[in-house]
């Protein structure tokens, strides 16, 4: 017995689960979009750990440890139930089912990414009044701004194309949770491309909306660190205006092609455009008797 749903009925769950999403209350999805910005900032946070003083270690395994560390993110999101918008880009699979509404898909993405800033950014501030990027004598901090440094150096178009890549991966973890039946299952299958996307430095909306407003916390209201632990004028362009053009606008485009494209209307494609077969079991057979029986046990 084969104990994982299969593709068709990962595509019937991931429809059910998304007209579910569709209709949830303001105030709720709100809150579980704030929970959701939280708990992917805390990947951050772990993976910003991880990557703290490994400047001599071998950049690949040093990013695969990153990436391992930054699933819990996902995995508080999609066992703990939260909404995340670039996981509901499958939304998209839904609408195309005609089963949502289009406005009803975008009031889900536009109250979630809004709430996902308001959890990712909090968290943000948290840390940095917690004092972490003191840690390791600083290392934490210089990591943090490296990363967020990072992030803004893309051209547009790089931007949305490391979006796309990132959303793939993120909407395939997502995806493949719909097989589960156990929470062992679902946080097995989410380790694995979560951790891919972020080895291979793909950007992520909701991750950023954590790591550059820290950053910019950092070197505002900090400054002496920055001078003591940051390359002289290294953080210059690091503003709201160029965080905005040069990162978030482009790499949640991106997201939105990579899940909703790539992954939502693919897969609508190929199991959800035509109604769903019969099952072998609901097949009636017939006997030489002239009777029939549906269970293909009995065949």
Same mark, same amino acid.
């Given at each position: ?57 071998? =950049?690949?395994? #040093?990013? &695969?440890?990153?990436? !391992? ?5 996902? %995995? /508080? *999101?999609? @066992? +703990? $139930? ?26 889900? =993405?536009?109250? #979630?990414? &809004?709430?996902?800033? !308001? ?5 943000? %501030? /948290? *840390?940095? @009044? +917690? $004092? ?31 979006? &796309? ?10 995806? /493949? ?123």
């Amino acid at each position: 017995m084969i104990d994982a749903l299969l593709p068709p009925d990962m595509a019937r769950r991931a429809e059910d689960v998304g007209i579910r999403k569709a209709g949830l209350a303001a105030p709720s999805l709100f809150a579980l979009a704030v929970l959701a910005g939280a708990f992917i900032a805390l990947g951050g946070v772990f993976m910003t750990t991880a990557l703290a003083g490994t400047g001599a270690a071998p =950049w690949g395994p #040093a990013r &695969v440890l990153a990436g !391992v560390v930054f699933s819990v993110g996902l %995995i /508080l *999101v999609v @066992v +703990g $139930g939260a909404e995340l918008f670039t996981g509901n880009t499958l939304l998209v699979m839904a609408w195309a089912s005609r089963r949502i509404t289009l406005t009803a898909l975008l009031r889900n =993405w536009a109250i #979630a990414y &809004v709430g996902n800033f !308001v959890g990712a950014v909090a968290t943000a %501030i /948290l *840390v940095f @009044v +917690g $004092g972490s990027y003191s840690l390791g004598d600083g290392a934490w901090g210089v990591t943090a701004l490296a990363i967020a440094d990072a992030k803004i150096r893309y051209g547009f178009v790089q931007a949305v194309a490391l979006g &796309v890549l990132c959303n793939a991966l993120v909407c395939l973890a997502v995806w /493949l949770t719909y097989s589960a039946r156990t929470t062992a299952d679902r946080v097995l299958v989410t380790v694995p491309p979560i951790s891919a996307f972020v080895a291979a430095g793909f950007e992520h909306s909701v991750a950023n909306m954590y790591f550059v407003p820290l950053a910019m916390l950092i070197r505002d209201l900090d400054p002496a660190f920055v001078a003591t632990h940051a390359i002289a004028g290294s953080l210059a362009p690091l503003t709201w205006a160029t965080f905005l053009a040069r990162n978030l606008v482009p790499v949640t485009l991106g997201n939105v092609i990579g899940g909703g494209v790539l992954v939502a209307a693919v897969y609508w494609f190929v199991y959800l455009r035509e109604p769903a077969p019969p099952r072998v079991s609901d097949v009636p057979c017939a006997f030489p008797g002239g009777h029939t029986h549906a269970d293909p046990a009995r065949h």
